[in-house]
């Protein structure tokens, strides 16, 4: 565990402390601290650059000259990318620089880099500053006094007023809250100083650690609780309810429900459905039941009629359509059979 002398403000010592192993004694990893620098860097990138293309540049709507003829190259406009003042041909155009870092490579980084400096013995800790009043002269004198040159990165507490007032007039300090601290800040930095109250540590595990809960676990309803018996239900009832295993038909694990024998339903007669409660017939069944009427009507005529006697003929009726009866006439009016009056037979 790696171990730093503990001062005050006038850099004296005062014993030493021991640094968290997990934060200040681990093998530095380079390749994830130079992904989470890159993508710090990036991040601070307004990406606000812009260029215009031909489009947006003002101008160039007519042809210069006609297609063909002057024996010169064609040309459509003179914002094109090939002209003086014309439009930029693949610009850049305003981004977002932004990196997708994970969270856990973050904390590895800044672990990372706080091994660094504690292996080169550049983590300095101090007691407290001790300061009243706002003081950069007493600041520099302190850190003077400490040992620390070069850039420094000191990290404050928020309620140390005075220290972070003294601090924050010397160009060669960079003041960080603890949460603040990133692997940026204390990689480009000679010197980090710590308090005791700001200096990082791991937290201590719980004794008893809760049962995490999964979004599947927690979106699945509870277990129903068994059904009790009524004492008042009729002992098939009862049976029929205390039986865990229940039947391979679900319809007779039912009490109420009609067990499935395989028959087909029968159609419900219209006129026989039941009709929708209160005053007012709807008028669907109204129709439907008229139309059974009617229906059941005709059928029965048709078999009224296919039931009786077929009737014999009657042979004089016969025999004088026979005899006296005219030929049918075509539709139309006119026959071959009818004869033209002349005007001699007429007079």
């Known amino acids: 565990m790696p171990a730093v002398k503990l001062r005050d403000a006038a850099g004296a010592e005062h014993g030493s402390l021991d640094l968290d192993d997990a934060i200040f004694g681990i093998e530095p990893n380079e390749a994830v601290m130079h992904q989470v620098v890159t993508a710090q860097l990036a991040a601070r990138r307004a990406g606000t650059q812009s260029t215009q293309t031909r489009a947006e540049v003002r101008g160039g709507g007519a042809k210069p000259w006609?297609?063909?003829?002057?024996?010169?190259?064609?040309?459509?406009?003179?914002r094109a990318p090939q002209w003086r003042g014309g439009g930029v041909a693949l610009g850049p155009k305003p981004r977002s620089y932004a990196q997708r870092t994970p969270k856990k490579m973050i904390r590895l980084a800044l672990r990372s880099a706080l091994s660094d400096r504690a292996t080169e013995n550049k983590v300095v800790v101090v007691d407290a500053w001790g300061w009243d009043a706002p003081s950069t002269r007493s600041a520099a004198e302190a850190l003077t006094a400490l040992g620390v040159d070069?850039?420094?990165?000191v990290v404050v507490s928020p309620d140390d007023a005075p220290a972070i007032k003294s601090f924050r007039n010397l160009p060669y300090?960079?003041?960080?809250?603890?949460?603040?601290?990133?692997?940026?800040?204390?990689?480009?930095?000679?010197y980090v100083v710590f308090t005791?109250?700001?200096?990082?540590?791991?937290?201590?595990?719980?004794?008893?650690?809760?049962?995490?809960?999964?979004?599947?676990?927690?979106?699945?309803?509870a277990a129903r609780p068994a059904k009790k018996a009524n004492p008042a239900a009729p002992e098939a009832t009862?049976?029929?309810i205390s039986d865990s295993e229940g039947d391979d038909d679900m319809a007779s694990d039912l009490p109420n429900r009609p067990k499935n024998t395989g028959e087909v339903a029968k159609p419900v007669d219209p006129a026989e459905r039941v009709k929708p409660a209160g005053e007012k017939t709807d008028p669907r069944f109204e129709a439907a039941r008229i139309k059974a009427e009617k229906e059941a009507e005709v059928r029965a005529a048709r078999e009224q009629a296919a039931s009786a006697p077929a009737e014999e003929p009657d042979e004089a009726a016969t025999d004088e359509a026979a005899d006296g009866a005219e030929p049918a006439k075509p539709s139309g009016g006119f026959s071959f059979n009818q004869t033209v009056e002349s005007d001699e037979d007429a007079t």
């Not at 002057?70 to 040309?75: L, P």
């Not at 005791?196 to 309803?221: C, F, G, I, M, Q």
Request: no cysteine; aromatic share 2%; proline share 8%.
């Open 150 to 153: 070069g850039r420094i990165a």
């Open 173 to 190: 300090v960079h003041l960080l809250l603890p949460g603040e601290l990133n692997a940026y800040d204390v990689l480009v930095s000679d």
């Open 66 to 78: 006609k297609q063909k003829g002057t024996g010169r190259a064609r040309q459509g406009s003179i």
């Open 238 to 240: 009862r049976a029929v």
């Open 196 to 221: 005791r109250d700001t200096l990082p540590s791991a937290d201590a595990a719980p004794e008893a650690a809760e049962p995490k809960v999964t979004k599947a676990a927690a979106a699945k309803p």
